[in-house]
């Protein structure tokens, strides 16, 4: 009996199969170790097809393939500041702010004109000295004269009384001339009976210049919108308190017309002058002055600079009205601070005036009486602006007020 060859046992032939998959699979993998298997990886069995088994695993086990490392782009670092979020505030780009350097906290300056301000300023004054001697009136010497104010030589005529003088001094009127066109301005011109009225009583009298005038130096800007005039005289007074012929605890203070309204911001800047005399003067507040003032004249004014004429357009467009700004245009006004005046006043009007209306004085003889202070009030029916029909007894007048107030001399009173 032919004898049949030996089958080949079924589990060889299996784990052929396995070991042919197997090496496919470390080729296709170059070579690569596979991971272990774990419990969600599948067994082979004794009775499980060994290529089924074989297959799966494959399928399982062999990853994605992935490009060689060499071929990839290195990942850039970044810089810690290429990421704003990451970079903490400077401390310093935001500066420090303090309360003085908030600018609503810095004040309004106060304008020039104000009251306010002029007494804040200084008013220093300066040596007298004699330019000029000219010819003596009846008792006493003339000189024209020269001081300093605000850097500027102001030109003034000084009137000395002859004989001996008194143990402090001699009496001082300083006398604030009206409106004159300054290039026409001469020193020794114009108000020489007035000067002579107040030098043949005992009184240095001093009369300033006024800077732009004759030959001092400065601008003419006008009395109403600067306090140039004003400086000038104040600084007039400091002179002759420290002039040694002169008596600085007995200075008076004439003005007339534009004169006036310098004399009466003067007394109520400083306490230095003992008495004020106002002739036809121009003393109404600015309101009055700006709404009531130019219109009621009948004769113009004599030509004034362009300088001077603005000062009311000047102050409107930049203040407002009076009715639009009150409180302004009472810091400006004399008439606003009356209860300081420095001395009683004594006022002259004469009713016939075409220049200033009188109801100025009367005004102002009223709101003088209505603070306290001593007040006296002359009218001279039918008379001009300059008192000419009454000169002699108005200036009669005034020499007995200013030996009153500032003398200290009583005298029978005028009718």
Known sequence: MMKQPRATPLKFVRWGFLLMALTAWLVACGGRPQPRPTAAMPTATATESSLQVALQATATLAPTREPPTATMPPTPT?????????VPPTPTATPTVTPT???????TPLHPLSIAAMRQRAYPGSELVIEQTLAPGSNYSRYIASYRSEGLKIYALLTVPNGPKPPTGWPVIIFNHGYIPPAQYRTTERYVAYVDAFARSGYIVF?????????????????????DYTVDVLNAVATMKRYKDADPNRIGMWGHSMGVSITLRAMVTVKDIKAGVIWAGVVA?????????????????????????????????????????????????PNSYLADLSGPIQLHHGTADESVPIEFSAMLYKQIQDVGKTVEYYTYQGDNHNLSNNLALALRRSVAFFDKYVKGIVRAQEP
């Not at 970044?78 to 990451?86: E, G, K």
């Not at 009369?207 to 306090?227: I, K, L």
């Not at 309101?287 to 113009?300: S, V």
């Open 78 to 86: 970044l810089s810690p500041t290429a990421i704003p979020t990451q």
């Open 101 to 107: 350097a908030t600018p609503t906290a810095t004040p």
């Open 207 to 227: 009369r300033s210049d006024y800077r732009g005038h004759g030959n001092s130096e400065g601008v003419a800007a006008g009395a109403y919108g600067t306090p």
């Open 285 to 333: 507040s600015y309101p009055d002055l700006l709404e009531r003032w130019r219109q009621r004249l009948l004769t113009p004014t004599p030509a004034i600079s362009s300088a001077g004429r603005r000062w009311r357009e000047e102050l409107i467009t930049r203040y407002g009205t009076p009715a639009q700004n009150p409180t302004f245009y009472a810091s400006i006004s």
